[in-house]
């Protein structure tokens, strides 16, 4: 199960202290949905990896460390502070301010495209289907203009072609799905893993799925880890 111990936080960027919690503990026994969202069994993570002042809406990693400069203050008080009046922070919210944060700052659309993505992901967790779709175009948005600007690196096409095909189709614009699945399925770039991205193109063209794997049980503590997994963590940590 997933582990969290209440801590305190101070902004950086306007000194105010909140409450948060910080994960200590998470597992991997969870589904893995269509669009590559894999959930821990229990209280989902992904939940917890950011934090937001509610004072100002300065957004950070969990893990990021540093120190305020003028530039990025002078950002959150023009681009994210007006919304706090307009939305409660919501899990969602806190990867959008992120996201606004960082591409502020010259993060390349790719980056940008996948903390997106993780609104997506917290806005279906917890029901907001309006915020769900809204964050759905937002990862097509910036996956294809790094598309365009030759920004995929060639070890994510795989995942970034069918993930613009999942996004479409989870939008209910079939033929646009149909067009990504396709080129995913047309592919022919030398990767460890075309095998599974092809199969889950063709299975999401013809016979749609919402998971690619069920909640699994604990394996033992010497067991290696699956092959999904292998391939999530290879995906996202670049190896």
């Known amino acids: 199960m ?62 990021e460390n540093g120190s305020m400069d003028q530039e990025t203050r002078q950002i959150v008080e023009e681009r994210i502070t007006p919304k706090l009046d307009e939305m409660e ?50 990862v097509i948005e910036y996956f294809k203009k790094a598309f365009e600007k030759e920004g995929v690196m060639e070890d994510r096409f795989y995942w970034t072609a069918y993930l613009m095909g999942e996004m479409y189709r989870r939008l209910g614009d079939g033929l646009n799905a149909r067009i990504w699945f396709d080129r995913v399925i047309a592919m022919n770039y030398k990767h460890p893993d075309r095998a599974f991205w092809v199969k889950w193109a063709t299975q999401q063209k013809t016979e749609p799925m919402e998971y690619m794997r069920k909640p699994a049980s604990p394996p033992p503590e010497n067991a290696a880890k699956p092959p999904l997994l292998k391939r999530m963590l290879r995906l996202f940590n670049g190896k």
């Open 89 to 138: 922070i919501s899990s969602s919210r806190k990867w959008e301010f992120l996201a606004i944060l960082k591409e502020a700052k010259g993060l390349d659309d790719f980056a940008v495209g996948s903390l997106y993505l993780r609104a997506v992901w917290c806005s279906s967790l917890d029901g907001q289907k309006a915020d769900e779709l809204k964050y759905r175009r937002k």
């Open 2 to 63: 997933t582990t969290l111990v209440p801590i305190e936080v101070t902004c950086l960027c306007c000194g105010v202290t909140f409450d948060s919690q910080k994960v200590t503990h998470t597992n991997n026994f969870g589904p893995v949905t269509t669009d590559t969202f894999e959930m821990a069994a229990g209280e989902q993570p992904i939940r917890f990896l950011v934090y937001t002042c509610p004072g100002c809406g300065y957004t950070k990693a969990s893990a």
